[in-house]
Structure formats: structure tokens, C-alpha cells
Nanobody, 118 residues
Framework: QVQLVESGGDLVQPGESLRLSCEFSGSIFTFHDIAWMRQAPGKQRVLVASIDGGGDNINYADSVKGRFTISRDIDKKMVYLQMNSLKPEDTGVYYC???????????WGQGTQVTVSS
């Protein structure tokens, strides 16, 4: 069973940076596409960034292009989200989602809170 543990969320001021981490365990890392999802208060979860199992396809929401970078360390089974020039609208709970490229099953972490406020 895939398990995901996010960390790195914090309260920061606009313009500052944060790096979120997602620790993957329980299955073969490269058999899963990994996505960072954000859920703002009262809203649905939306895709922020994703990287496929092969590491060849990376996608970003338009709102974070040029500011956020998703990366991974295969040896450590970690996925990161570097967030720069943070804005108040980036506030929310950030979840890591792993989707099996074979079964299509998705697994979620517990989330980490990011608050951008002056």
C-alpha cells in the first residue's frame, strides 16, 4: 500500500519561498505519477504541479508557472515542490497524490498547510 507523507508547510509572507516535500513508500516509486494538489478554504482540490513516473512530463497550473518547480529524487523516493514568490492566493492545504500508471489507483497524503499572509 502506497503511503505519502507531506511536510514543509508554514506561514510565510508574500514574496517568500517554501519547499514542500512528499515522502513515498510502499510501492515502486517510478510506477506512479505524482501530483501536488492544493485545497483552498471552501474550494475543491486543484492541480498545482505533476510529474509522471518516467520523469519526462511535468505540468504546472497556469497560476504557478515560473514560480513553482516540481522535482524528485528517485533514490530517496521524494518529490519536492519549490515555491517562490508566494502570493496570498497560494494559501491552502497542499496534498501529494500518487497515481499508479498501471491500475489508475490514486493515493493521498494527509496534507500540509501553507499560509501566505502579511
Amino acid at each position: 500500500q502506497v503511503q505519502l507523507v507531506e511536510s514543509g508547510g508554514d506561514l510565510v509572507q508574500p514574496g517568500e519561498s517554501l519547499r514542500l516535500s512528499c515522502e513515498f513508500s510502499g510501492s515502486i516509486f517510478t510506477f506512479h505519477d505524482i501530483a501536488w494538489m492544493r485545497q483552498a478554504p471552501g474550494k475543491q482540490r486543484v492541480l498545482v504541479a505533476s510529474i509522471d513516473g518516467g520523469g519526462d512530463n511535468i505540468n504546472y497550473a497556469d497560476s504557478v508557472k515560473g514560480r513553482f518547480t516540481i522535482s524528485r529524487d528517485i533514490d530517496k523516493k521524494m518529490v519536492y515542490l519549490q515555491m517562490n514568490s508566494l502570493k496570498p492566493e497560494d494559501t491552502g492545504v497542499y496534498y501529494c497524490r500518487a497515481t499508479s500508471v498501471y491500475s489508475g489507483n490514486s493515493f493521498w497524503g494527509q496534507g500540509t498547510q501553507v499560509t501566505v499572509s502579511s
